[in-house]
């Protein structure tokens, strides 16, 4: 705006909150879900339990090491196949049912409120069949993985299938 020029007044735009979106939050007495809800929880807290784990394991390893100068067999094994998977993956639908994942609202905000329910359906729909499209792609190499009973090998034998199996489940 120039010198002197009035100041337009500004088109106030309601935001649909995380609340209102449909298919979110705990609202809502349906039983399936309350208890898809639960399970994404309890996966999330997996996921947490995995992180703390593996933050203590790679201390004990480190401490073990240079104190004793005996590490922890198969750390890295571990770490790689159990730790990291629980970690990457299981908590992937609490991030999203918590409105946690990055998302851009440049031009959403500035629609009208049919469009932008509209785009967020659209969203939606396309977020679940990418999701569908993943689980069923990672599910081939996991039940691969299952029929040979997959393990690491180094200084001891680790069994891995099944972690092959959490990218499916998160």
Do not use: Q
């Amino acid at each position: 705006r120039f010198a002197g020029e009035p100041a337009k007044p500004r088109r106030h735009v309601t935001p649909i909150r995380h609340a209102e979106r449909p298919g979110r939050g705990h609202s809502g007495g349906n039983i399936m879900r309350r208890g898809y809800f639960g399970l994404v929880d309890i996966c999330t807290f997996i996921g947490g339990l995995s992180l703390l784990a593996m933050m203590l394991h790679i201390t004990t390893d480190v401490v073990a090491k240079y104190l004793f100068n005996s590490p922890v067999p198969a750390t890295l094994e571990t770490v790689s196949y159990w730790y990291m998977a629980g970690v990457a993956f299981l908590p992937l639908a609490g991030i999203e049912k918590n409105g946690s994942l990055i998302n851009v609202e440049l031009v959403f905000d500035l629609m009208p409120e049919g469009a932008r329910w509209l785009v967020l359906a659209f969203a939606l729909l396309l977020s679940a069949l990418f999701c569908a499209a993943a689980g069923y792609a990672a599910l081939h190499p996991a039940m691969r993985a299952y029929d040979v009973g997959a393990y690491a090998t180094g200084l001891v034998m680790l069994t891995t299938w099944p972690t092959r199996f959490l990218p499916v489940i998160g």
